[in-house]
């Protein structure tokens, strides 16, 4: 605090009028050179990183990976592929995003447009933050918990009335939380950028609240709403903690029950952050070329959605209100 | 209490005859002069100061009253805006509300239309009466509908041209009507603001693409096909170049025979070229109220005649 109790002004002479851009100091100098090092050191490692995978998944990455499931065995070609993890993966993401989604922009749009009651709006705000800075290991077990409870006991496998806990619905349930603040974060953000001019002329034309949230807010705020739905995706398919634990950990999908889709979802399998886990040379499978091959695939998944989310809000800066 | 109230309003049934201000008020006479006929400088008027002539082409065929501020008042947390405005609305003729920056003529049009009542610190008294129906009683989505708002800067939606008007037009039924169904609705909306032929058949041009010009005509086609019964306009051509200008002019003009137009400008030129009367506000009152010929030529009020020669605020 003492800090600003010192006096404002600036004793000293003034520069001449005529130093019209004098030297800069030895010290900003200096700080310049540290920070461009340190952005340049930045970009060679996630430039090294994105190099090393390219060229060790290329090499390893073969057709028939996409085609078979994984099988046991000890040898790379007698291991399979991992045609289930992947499915998995986008199963489980979009069973995540299926919730996220509609109950983010709820969120959102409740927290920019409607903010009332103000203290319940406070308390969604650090919830959400909470949840955010929450480790997803950590919403794993709270997840077990739940679903291991007999009222959830129909969302995944139970015999003689002890409930399993581990399934697609269960495991996407609780992803749906980790892409949950990154939703909200972005649609809000979205939302708050729309001037208030653009919802008094709905207003003014005898619109109700909720048609122009609807039909101009939320169409308007397309972009943002995109890219946090790409930011939560790959965060979601990032994730291992919340498979390992909920999603059963069985490499192929083991279906409980007979009715087509549902029989997949309540039963488990695994996704390719698990099936990389796996496959390690640390892991139960040790098949470090497959692990590459896998870690290039879900590599690129992301790159992808990275490149979504550039296209989006480059999208979104290129119609603006003039003022 | 040096302001003049506006003459009572006499509804009119007569052809020819518009509205007359029914003698004195407060205690203050009338002008000689004020008052007969429809008086609005159509032709004989002498010559006079402001350039330009009236876009008036036939005198106003029958004004009735639509809505009509009785001592109104409205302020932003203590700081009043508007104070004890009374003044008529009428439907056949164009009410311009001229005065200097922050005299309230923005607060007093968005009173109108509740749209003051989106902000919360906005406290407000006296009465509005559309039709003679206080519009504190309506539902403000429905009386926005009849009475609707072109904002001082162009404010389209970020969305086609097309879905712009269609915006309107949607929703107001209980189900949404089909893009075909709404074609003719959207391009007679956007004809009527002068906008159709311009954009020819290129009504999925993204709205914020357009000129300025173009983005307020189209804001005007919006407030149109609401098919509103008093239009408010708040310096709608401060944006705008002189032809888009000549355009809305002419607009408004044409319109008054169906809708009642109220127009804030700060170009006593506009004023004098599309109003049949002026209310002249200062600091929130209602100075002085009464037919553009009259107001600019002859106004009763020292304060109205030096803002009118250019020597105010
Ligand atoms: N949202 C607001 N909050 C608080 N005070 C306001 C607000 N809007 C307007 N005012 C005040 O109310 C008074 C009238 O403002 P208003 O916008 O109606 O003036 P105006 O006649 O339209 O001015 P201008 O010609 O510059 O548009 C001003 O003194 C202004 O400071
Ligand atoms: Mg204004």
């Known amino acids: 605090m003492s800090l600003l109790e010192l006096p404002v002004s600036q004793p000293g002479p003034r520069a001449p009028r005529a130093a019209q851009s004098p030297p800069w100091r030895l010290i900003d100098r200096v700080g310049l050179a540290v920070a461009w090092l340190l952005g340049l050191l930045f970009c060679a490692l996630a430039g090294a990183l994105v190099l090393y995978f390219l060229v060790q998944g290329i090499k390893y990455v073969r057709p028939s990976l996409f085609l078979t499931n994984p099988s046991p065995g000890f040898t790379a070609t007698a291991t399979g592929g991992f045609l289930d993890p992947m499915l998995g993966t986008m199963l489980v993401s979009a069973i995540a995003m299926a919730i996220a989604l509609p109950i983010g922009i709820g969120v959102a749009v409740w927290l920019s447009e409607y903010g009332r009651p103000a203290a319940l709006a406070r308390v969604a705000e650090s919830t959400i933050e909470m949840i955010a800075g929450t480790p997803s290991i950590v919403l794993a077990l709270f997840g077990i918990l739940l679903f291991e409870s007999p009222a959830l006991g129909f969302l995944s496998r139970s015999s003689e009335g002890v409930v399993f806990g581990r399934s697609f619905f269960a495991a996407g349930a609780m992803l749906s939380l980790v892409a949950l603040p990154l939703v909200v974060s972005n649609v809000r953000e979205g939302l708050e950028a729309i001037p208030d001019h653009v919802r008094e002329a709905s207003y003014a034309l005898g619109k109700t609240k909720f048609a122009t949230t609807r039909r101009v807010l939320l169409p308007a705020a397309r972009p943002s709403v995109l890219t946090g739905a790409m930011l939560g995706a790959g965060r979601v398919i990032g994730d291992t903690a919340i498979i390992v634990v909920l999603l059963g950990a069985t490499l192929t999908f083991d279906r409980s029950g007979s009715v087509p889709l549902l029989s997949t979802l309540r039963g488990t399998g695994s996704t390719l952050t698990y099936y990389v886990f796996y496959n390690a040379p640390t892991g139960e499978g040790n098949q470090p070329t497959k692990a590459y091959a896998a870690a290039f695939v879900l590599l690129m998944i992301v790159l992808a959605l990275n490149v979504g989310v550039d296209i989006a809000t480059r999208r979104s800066r290129r119609l603006r209100w003039s003022s | ?313």
């Open chain 2, 1 to 313: 209490m040096e302001f003049l109230t506006p003459p009572p309003v006499r509804r009119l049934t007569g052809e020819e005859s518009v509205t007359e201000p029914l003698g004195p008020t407060r205690g203050l006479p009338a002008p000689p002069g004020n008052g007969n006929g429809n008086g609005n400088g159509n032709g004989s008027a002498p010559a006079s100061p402001l350039v330009g002539g009236r876009r008036r082409i036939a005198s106003t065929p029958l004004a009735i009253d639509r809505m009509q501020a009785e001592a109104l008042s409205v302020a932003y947390g203590r700081k009043p805006a508007v104070d004890s405005v009374s003044l008529p609305i009428r439907q056949g003729e164009v009410l311009a509300l001229i005065g200097p920056s922050g005299c309230g003529k923005t607060t007093l049009l968005r009173s109108l239309n509740r749209l003051t009542e989106l902000n919360k610190d906005v406290s407000q008294s006296g009465r509005i009466t559309l039709d003679e129906v206080d519009i504190a009683t309506l539902d403000p989505t429905a009386l926005r509908r009849r009475v609707t708002m072109v904002f001082q800067q162009p404010n389209p939606f970020p969305m086609s041209v097309f879905d712009n008007v269609a915006y309107v037009l949607r929703e107001q039924a209980a189900r949404r009507p089909k893009r075909a169904a709404l074609r003719g609705a959207v391009r007679d909306a956007l004809a009527r603001a002068g906008l159709l032929d311009e954009l020819g058949d290129d009504l999925d041009h993204p709205a914020l693409r357009l000129s300025g010009g173009q983005q307020q005509r189209l804001c005007i086609a919006r407030a149109l096909a609401a098919d509103p019964e008093v239009l408010l306009l708040d310096e709608p051509c401060s944006a705008l170049d002189p032809q888009s200008t000549q355009v809305i002019e002419d607009l408004i003009v044409r319109l008054r025979e169906d809708v009642a137009v109220v127009i804030v400008t700060h170009n006593l030129q506009q004023a004098y070229r599309v109003a049949d009367y002026v209310a002249f506000m200062y600091l929130g009152r209602l100075v002085e109220y009464g037919t553009a010929g009259q107001l600019f030529r002859t106004a009763r009020e020292q304060r109205t005649r030096e803002y009118v020669r250019g020597e105010f605020g």
